[in-house]
């Protein structure tokens, strides 16, 4: 394991704290270049970290994901598989919705060269892992059919949250749009 150089740690975290408002306010499309001036390094440094748009992308949403997949965690042994399920895509739905670039970042589908090929995002496997025994739950207790997967739930939120990024409330909507979702997916027995 290599380890950095202390001007490396830094500007790593300088990086990323000003892509993280960078993203907030222009999404996932916020300029590399303006993140490498305004964090005071050249563009050659942000790609040395971050070497594609994605990578940029995951590290910045990287804390609220594990967040993410730890409430999954705690979710997964309530007694009512159904309501964890739902409570967890609630979250995510929300999140997706109020984080901009979010919705991209789930895709996979950022842009770039080093970004495609059709790869999974590492957010999107990491909060499949994390929402895979909920659903499994949610699953055997007959609360969604067995051949709903991860990916399908994952991609859902990700629409929703992406149709309702301009929207003036777009946390109420997509909280609105999930609840007529889950209607079709898993009616209340």
Not at 61 to 89: G, S
Not at 125 to 149: K, Q, S
Request: aromatic fraction near 2%.
């Amino acid at each position: 394991m290599t380890v950095q150089r202390a001007d490396a740690r830094r500007n790593y975290a300088r990086i990323l704290a000003v892509a993280e408002q960078e993203v907030a306010a222009h999404g996932a499309e916020a300029s590399l270049e303006r993140i490498a001036r305004v964090a005071g390094v050249g563009s050659a440094t942000v790609r040395r970290h971050f070497p594609g748009r994605r990578a940029l992308l995951e590290a910045v949403f990287q804390e609220r994901i594990a967040a993410l997949c730890t409430h999954a965690e705690e979710l997964a042994a309530a007694d009512d598989p159904r309501a964890a399920l739902l409570e967890w895509l609630e979250a995510l739905a929300a999140y997706a919705a109020s984080a901009r670039g979010m919705a991209e970042a789930l895709t996979g589908d950022t842009g770039g060269a080093a970004d495609q090929g059709g790869q999974v995002s590492a957010c999107s496997a990491r909060l499949g892992d994390g929402a895979t025994p909920l659903l499994r739950n949610a699953a055997r207790a007959g609360a969604v059919a067995a051949d709903v997967t991860v990916t399908d739930l994952i991609t859902l939120v990700t629409g929703i949250a992406l149709a309702t990024e301009h929207h003036r409330d777009p946390t109420a909507e997509a909280h609105r749009l999930l609840a007529l979702t889950v209607a079709g997916i898993s009616p209340r027995p």
